[in-house]
C-alpha cells in the first residue's frame, strides 16, 4: 500500500484533487471525517473534552461544539495542546485502523495507491507518515473568489482562516507533489492524472524491491 497525503489551505483546491484520485481508482480516507468521528457522543475523548474544558463545550443533544472549543484554543495555546493530546492519538489510531481495513479487503493488491485528504498534515506535523505528500496551492486572491463566487463565503472570513493555517512555504518544504491551482480545472485535472500515473509507478516498485 502506498499512502499518499493530499494537503493545502482553504479553497486551494484540495478536495477537487482528492475527488480526481477517487475517480482514478484510489480509495480515500478523509482525515477531517475522521476527526470529527473521535469525538462522536459515546466516544472517550468527548468525555475527555468536556472534562477539560466544561460542559459548556457540550450542547444539549450531547455532540461537541465545535465552535466553542474552537473559540478557547484560538487564543489559549496551553488548552490547543490539551484539546491535541486527546484528539490526535485516536485519529491516528483510527486512521491506522482504515487503512488496516483496506488492507484486508480481498484482492487489495499491496502496490495499492491509498489518498488521505488532510487539510491540517502541516499543522499536525504529520508529513513523516506518508509516502509521498501531494499539496495543493493557489494565490490568495483566487483562493478568496473562488470561496465567495461557489460557496457564498465572506473573503474576510476566509482571510481570517488562512492567516490561522499554515503557509504556502511551510507545505512547499513537505511536498513531494507541488499542484499549482492558479489555472482552470482542466489544468487541475491534467496535474493531477500525472502525478497519480507517477505515484502509481513509484508504488510499483518499492513493492517490487
Ligand atoms: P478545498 O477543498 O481546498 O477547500 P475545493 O476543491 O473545494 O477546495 O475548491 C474550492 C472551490 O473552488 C470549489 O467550489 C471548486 O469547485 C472550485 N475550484 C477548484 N479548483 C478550481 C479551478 N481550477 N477553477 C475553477 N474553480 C475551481
Known amino acids: 500500500m502506498y499512502l499518499v497525503a493530499v494537503t493545502g489551505g482553504i479553497g486551494s483546491g484540495k478536495s477537487t484533487v482528492t475527488a480526481r484520485f477517487a475517480e482514478r481508482g484510489c480509495p480515500v480516507i478523509d482525515a477531517d ?9 459515546g466516544e472517550p475523548a468527548l468525555a475527555e473534552v468536556a472534562g ?34 486527546i484528539t490526535h492519538p485516536r485519529v491516528a489510531a483510527r486512521m491506522a485502523e482504515r487503512i488496516a481495513d483496506l488492507n484486508a479487503e480481498p484482492g487489495a493488491r499491496p502496490d495499492r495507491v491509498v489518498v488521505i485528504d488532510h487539510p491540517l498534515l502541516v499543522e499536525t506535523a504529520q508529513a513523516g507518515r506518508f509516502d509521498a505528500v501531494v499539496v495543493v496551492l493557489a494565490p490568495e486572491a483566487v483562493r478568496l473568489r473562488r470561496l465567495a463566487d461557489e460557496r457564498g463565503m465572506d473573503p474576510e472570513d476566509v482571510r481570517a482562516r488562512i492567516a490561522a493555517q ?40 518499492l513493492n517490487a524491491r
Not at 471525517?33 to 457522543?41: D, G, K, N, Q, S
Not at 489544468?187 to 500525472?194: E, F, G, N, Y
Not at 502525478?195 to 508504488?203: C, P, W
Open 33 to 41: 471525517r475522521v476527526a470529527r468521528e473521535v469525538v462522536e457522543p
Open 52 to 85: 477539560r474544558f466544561g460542559d459548556g463545550v457540550i450542547r444539549q443533544d450531547g455532540s461537541l461544539d465545535r465552535a466553542a472549543v474552537a473559540a478557547i484554543v484560538f487564543v489559549d495555546d496551553e488548552a490547543r495542546a490539551d484539546l491535541e493530546r
Open 166 to 205: 499554515a503557509t504556502d512555504a511551510e507545505r512547499r518544504a513537505v511536498a513531494t507533489h507541488v499542484v499549482d491551482n492558479s489555472g482552470d480545472l482542466a489544468s487541475l485535472l491534467a496535474q493531477v492524472d500525472r502525478i497519480h500515473a507517477e505515484l502509481l509507478v513509484r508504488s510499483e516498485r
